[in-house]
Structures are given as structure tokens and as C-alpha cells.
């Protein structure tokens, strides 16, 4: 081997730099089937794109996330119904705090957590039944935080995004469930 060859060998490392990350999914999830003739989903969100925020820089932002529920869990089954539902997302942001680090000698050989990611997933579903009037509106809010480390490689930072993610799509889930039994029974098929 010459001298370039061996020294590209050298620089080959096995550990990835950032990998595929996974699918939220929800296919798993039985449909709530809604006697509605559509379902529209309307990101009310608008985000900033810069620090604070960092939903940006997320392989699979809140928004996403809460649109992919929607397309997976909700389904319209009744084209003639008079009535329609909405689901508009109020609030899908991620803030990024930095966390203070040991100062001093002992700063230097501690890895310690020096970001927090604070998640919100915030949405409205309405249901409008145009010829009798009818309407109800429910309200969800999820919110779930994460820690990294300092020395997190990149394919671990997105790891601990994705898991959080989908812990805060979980508790949005489970509340949706609850809050439709209860408020929109009246259109559940």
C-alpha cells in the first residue's frame, strides 16, 4: 500500500456518523373512524427557524409528527355526512436550553448534559355539522424534555430527538383517545 492508501485506511472508522433514523408510525393503532366527510390538518405553527427553537433541525419535527398521526388514526368514513373535521396544530416547537457545565478541574473530565430539548405538541380537533349546527372542539397538549450529553455523536443526538418525539406522540396519542370518547362520540363509527 503507498503512503496515501495507508493513511485513508487509517481515518476509516466503523462507527457511523449519523444513520437512518427511524419512522414514527402509528400503523400499529387502530383508526378512529369519524362520520365525517373530511378531515383537514392546518399548522397554525409557525416556526422561527433559529435558537431558541431547533424543531428545525429535527428529522421528524412535532409537525410532522402530528400530521402523520392524523393521516394514520383519524379516518373520514362517511362521504355524504354534513359535517367535516378540522385538526389545527397551535404549537409543534422544540427549544433548545443550554444547561450550565462543572466549571474547573472537575468540569474537565466530566461529560454532563449540556442541552435540553423542551417539546410541545399542541392541538385543536373541531367537528362542524353544518346542517343541524352541531359542533365540538377538543384541545391536546403534550410536552416531553430530553437531556445530551456533550459528547453525543450526531446518530446519538437524533436517537434521543426520535425517542423523545415519540414518547410526546404517545401522551398526544393516549389524550386524543381520551378526549374523543368523550367529546365526539356522538361522530365515532
Same mark, same amino acid.
Given at each position: 500500500? *503507498? =503512503?496515501?492508501?495507508?493513511?485513508?485506511? +487509517?481515518?476509516?472508522? &466503523?462507527?457511523?456518523?449519523? =444513520?437512518?433514523?427511524?419512522?414514527?408510525? !402509528? @400503523?400499529?393503532?387502530?383508526?378512529?373512524?369519524?362520520?365525517?366527510?373530511?378531515? #383537514?390538518?392546518?399548522? +397554525?405553527? %409557525?416556526?422561527?427557524?433559529?435558537?431558541?427553537?431547533?424543531?428545525?433541525?429535527?428529522?421528524?419535527?412535532?409537525?410532522? /409528527?402530528?400530521?402523520?398521526?392524523?393521516?394514520?388514526?383519524?379516518?373520514? #368514513? &362517511?362521504?355524504? /355526512?354534513?359535517?367535516?373535521?378540522?385538526?389545527?396544530?397551535?404549537?409543534?416547537? #422544540?427549544?433548545?436550553?443550554?444547561? @450550565?457545565?462543572?466549571? =474547573?478541574?472537575?468540569?474537565? !473530565?466530566?461529560?454532563?448534559?449540556?442541552?435540553?430539548? &423542551? +417539546?410541545?405538541?399542541? +392541538?385543536?380537533?373541531?367537528?362542524?355539522?353544518?346542517? %343541524?349546527?352541531?359542533? /365540538? *372542539?377538543?384541545?391536546?397538549?403534550?410536552?416531553?424534555?430530553?437531556?445530551?450529553?456533550?459528547?453525543?455523536?450526531?446518530?446519538?443526538?437524533?436517537?434521543?430527538? !426520535?425517542?423523545?418525539?415519540?414518547?410526546?406522540? =404517545?401522551?398526544?396519542?393516549? %389524550?386524543?383517545? @381520551? @378526549?374523543?370518547?368523550?367529546?365526539?362520540?356522538?361522530?365515532?363509527?
Amino acid at each position: 500500500m *503507498t =503512503g496515501a492508501a495507508l493513511a485513508l485506511c +487509517a481515518c476509516a472508522t &466503523d462507527t457511523p456518523i449519523a =444513520g437512518p433514523v427511524p419512522d414514527l408510525g !402509528f @400503523q400499529h393503532l387502530s383508526p378512529i373512524n369519524l362520520a365525517v366527510s373530511k378531515i #383537514v390538518v392546518t399548522n +397554525a405553527y %409557525q416556526s422561527p427557524l433559529k435558537a431558541p427553537n431547533a424543531e428545525h433541525r429535527f428529522p421528524t419535527p412535532p409537525a410532522a /409528527a402530528i400530521t402523520t398521526w392524523t393521516n394514520a388514526r383519524l379516518k373520514a #368514513v &362517511d362521504s355524504s /355526512a354534513p359535517a367535516m373535521a378540522t385538526l389545527t396544530i397551535e404549537d409543534a416547537s #422544540v427549544i433548545e436550553n443550554k444547561l @450550565q457545565k462543572t466549571k =474547573g478541574f472537575k468540569g474537565l !473530565f466530566t461529560y454532563e448534559p449540556t442541552e435540553r430539548y &423542551d +417539546a410541545t405538541a399542541i +392541538a385543536r380537533l373541531e367537528v362542524n355539522e353544518s346542517r %343541524q349546527g352541531a359542533r /365540538a *372542539t377538543i384541545r391536546v397538549e403534550a410536552r416531553r424534555s430530553v437531556e445530551v450529553s456533550e459528547n453525543a455523536t450526531l446518530a446519538e443526538r437524533e436517537k434521543a430527538w !426520535f425517542e423523545m418525539i415519540e414518547a410526546l406522540m =404517545g401522551d398526544f396519542n393516549d %389524550q386524543m383517545n @381520551q @378526549q374523543i370518547d368523550r367529546y365526539l362520540a356522538r361522530w365515532i363509527r
